[in-house]
């Protein structure tokens, strides 16, 4: 049981209706956390995001101090990023085989366990590149596993305000966290501040074990455990994403961030080609972050059933707005385009939670680690291209040819969208089907 309980109008059983009108109202950040288990998850994603930001600064410090070598440094960074691709494909389904709760508590020891080795003294560059491999393994089960609780605990419109809220602190995270872990980490050294993560994380754990329920998958025996295997579930989640037009839809809406997280990847040469300086490159990483943390609260106060209809549209404007930029505009007017664009990329915390919401809960997590994995190698890929593009373009065609290369493939998206939304019998459905919430 969790350590505190819920008020009964903040159970889960109802959407959050207006009283004049009968139709869902959008639901408050009041009614979001008056849920205690969802007050615990969030602040255990709170205080291990703040951990993680902590830690990518330290160790890229500790890298470059040993090595001198930028390679190196990137390589370090890179390894904060790619083990997620293969966890989301490969480990999220154990969030369908186990109690989820188990997966999470499980996946915060181990990082709490290998951060603290990586803070031992006198551990070789390569050990410390692997140990930091292996730490961002168990983040895609962990994450697959609270994404499947949140629509059980969070109901109707209440669960499209905890991803907002999610994804707020995320934003926040990166629009603060670097320049206050570099701060804490000249202050108290890199070794001090591998320890802090490593204590985040076992804090995560302890929170998550006192104050969530299990939550076990649909189908899972007298112990916990589900009867399929790791292939089955595998192949289950495979086969549900790519058999159903709708979620497939969803995924192609979720993957134009591939085109719009462009301009961050080459912000630092982008600012010296609008002659901006050091101080520019400040301004242009924060733009997208701060835009959508804004976009995300406008958003989140619109009713449910026209955010459905906007996100076609949003995403369309999400690659559209950076069209300017290949004007290599001034610095004022660029950050004010990457702004908007992010302000335009909050479509995303109502693509996520349609997607989760119409999942059937037995290959939820599954689900959401293919997702997760599809939409992280559009991110990968863009920016990969994007740099070798700027070796003969310059970068503000780079980030003027993302737009309009994302125009096309965020229309096409949103067309399969609204072709799949469509009204039609509904079979097989999760836990609130798309034709009912689509209108």
């Avoid at 915060?108 to 951060?115: G, I, K, P, T």
Wanted: with cysteine; aromatic share 6%.
């Amino acid at each position: 049981m969790p350590w505190w309980p819920d008020p009964a109008w903040a159970r889960p059983g109802g959407d959050v209706a207006d009283e004049a009108t009968g139709t869902e109202r959008p639901a408050r950040f009041r009614d979001v956390f008056a849920v205690g288990q969802f007050r615990v998850l969030w602040l255990a994603h709170a205080q291990s995001r703040i951990g993680d930001q902590l830690a990518r600064v330290a160790l890229s410090v500790l890298v470059f101090d040993r090595t001198h070598s930028p390679a190196w440094t990137a390589l370090t960074f890179a390894m904060t990023i790619l083990p997620n691709l293969a966890g989301g494909a490969l480990l999220a389904g154990l969030a369908d085989r186990l109690p989820r709760r188990t997966v999470m508590v499980v996946a915060d020891v181990a990082r709490a366990a290998l951060v603290a080795v990586m803070a031992l003294p006198g551990q070789p560059i390569a050990v410390m590149v692997v140990l930091l491999c292996l730490v961002q393994l168990p983040a895609a089960p962990f994450s697959a596993a609270r994404n499947a609780i949140l629509p059980a605990i969070l109901s109707g419109d209440r669960y499209v305000v905890g991803v907002a809220v999610m994804r707020t602190t995320d934003q926040l995270g990166l629009v603060g966290g670097i320049g206050v872990g570099a701060a804490l980490v000249t202050a108290l050294g890199t070794r001090t501040t591998l320890v802090i993560d490593a204590a985040t994380f076992a804090l995560s754990a302890a929170l998550i074990a006192l104050g969530v329920r299990a939550h076990r998958p649909p189908g899972n025996d007298i112990s916990g455990h589900s009867p399929r295997s790791w292939w089955q579930s595998l192949r289950a989640g495979a086969t549900l994403v790519l058999g159903d037009r709708r979620l497939r839809a969803l995924v192609g809406l979720a993957c134009v961030n591939g085109f719009y997280v462009i301009p961050e990847g080459i912000a630092v040469p982008y600012a010296a080609h609008i002659h901006g300086g050091t101080p520019a490159v400040g301004w242009l990483l924060a733009a997208i972050p701060a835009g959508s943390v804004l976009g995300m609260l406008t958003l989140k106060n619109v009713r449910p059933d026209w955010r459905l209809r906007a996100m076609g549209p949003l995403a369309v404007a999400s690659c559209a707005i950076l069209l300017p930029t290949w004007l290599a505009p001034v610095l004022v007017v660029s950050v004010a385009l990457w702004a908007l664009s992010g302000f335009f990329s909050a479509h995303d915390m109502v693509v996520q939670a349609t997607f989760v919401r119409n999942v059937p809960d037995a290959s939820r997590g599954q689900a959401i680690g293919l997702a997760s994995a599809a939409m992280q190698t559009a991110q990968g890929l863009g920016i990969v291209a994007a740099g070798l593009l700027a070796q003969v373009l310059t970068p503000a065609a780079v980030v003027g040819l993302a737009g309009a290369t994302g125009v096309l493939a965020a229309a096409l998206a949103a067309s399969a969208w609204a072709r799949a939304a469509s009204p039609r019998p509904s079979v097989g459905r999760g836990e609130a089907g798309l034709d009912a919430a689509s209108g």
